[in-house]
């Protein structure tokens, strides 16, 4: 039979049904499909399935293993190609492109390990349905037979995720651009506090983007820095300023000391990330009268700024306290917070970030952010 691809033959019935035998009679290779959480299935050198385990039988909608068995995957799949030549999966136009397909095929050849990406547009009822599947195809040799262990990762809805942030971030990013090109004509042709503030806002905002596209991905390398000199006492002022209206300060007071009017190389936005996020933690866990304390001292060739409030930290909690998705509320997307303190405060403007937590002295969270600017190695 003609093929595209992947050879065409199949098993004779009396071998597929023997390879299905050795397999049930093999107890390494039952106790893994039936340890095995993920979807996985055993094909032999013809690439069709010889056993498959529940998970993988839930996804493929069938309740008796034998109506999978001797198909190829895009078949026990429903790919909307699987049938386009007589053959089979592996055998059509579309298949030297498919990840699935490529995965085994290597595999196969090679003798080792292979992993792709599949984009499978599957038939689902009467309707086809687009999916992302993740394949890894992993050679053994038993009995004198070579079989595949194939684990499938359903992947759609990360894939379509990370597809929708991409879209969103450079969207929104061209979007601001536009307003920041309107503020500065603005500030130019009719110069006043007012327009001064639109422009400064819209900037501050591109880079807010730019800070939650970093958090969004974990990496501090996306994140560009602007490096500007500015006077503690102007930052803390603005800092100020900022939670005068914040929702979670309602009803709280938050005292900022002046003891520093040192000026610091730095990146202003990454800077009030850090600071606003010491700020509303001590805020969430300030329950009292008692104010939440900002000041910042110089020590050296750094400035040490410190937020202070009077909770304390359980030991248990403190220990992973930086880590990310950790957090002590039930809430979902909670644990980003002290993550992005440790990651902006070092990674980006190189300094260092903790705190000091006791019954007796309440909690501070400080960054020691250095006077010059000196990337981190």
Known sequence: METFYAPAERATQDDLEAEVRA???????????????GLLAILDEHRQIVALNDSLLRLLGVADPREAL???????????????????????????????????????ADGLPAERMCALTAVRGDRPVDLALRVRSTPID???RRLLLVFVQDVTVDQQRAALVRTF???VNNMV???IQGSELL????????????????????????????????DEASYHPTWKTIRVNRLLVELNAFFETHPVAKGKKVLVLHESDSAISTDVSALCRVLSNMVINALEATV????????????????????????SIQTDVARRIFQRNFSTKAEEGRGVGTYSMKLFGEEILGGQV???????????????????????A
């Open 354 to 376: 903790g705190f000091e937590s006791s019954v007796q002295n309440g909690t501070t969270f400080w960054l020691k952010h250095p006077v010059h600017h000196d990337p981190p």
């Open 70 to 108: 001797g198909l190829r995957l895009g078949e026990a799949l429903a790919c909307v190609h699987a049938h386009d030549e007589p053959a089979g999966c592996g055998t059509t136009r579309f298949c030297s492109s498919c990840g699935a397909a490529i995965a085994i095929v290597t595999s196969l």
């Open 169 to 171: 971030f450079h969207d």
């Open 23 to 37: 397999i049930t009679e093999s107890p390494v290779l039952t106790g893994l499909l039936q340890m095995t959480s």
């Open 288 to 311: 009292s009268d008692d104010p939440v304390r900002v000041w910042a001292q110089s020590e050296g060739n750094v400035v040490r700024f410190s937020v202070w409030n009077r909770a």
């Open 187 to 218: 500030k130019e042709r009719f110069p006043s506090r007012l327009t001064n503030i639109v422009a400064d806002t819209a900037t501050r905002l591109h880079r807010e983007i730019a800070i939650q596209a970093s958090l969004l991905t974990a």
């Open 142 to 144: 038993t009995d004198g």
């Open 177 to 179: 651009s536009g307003v």
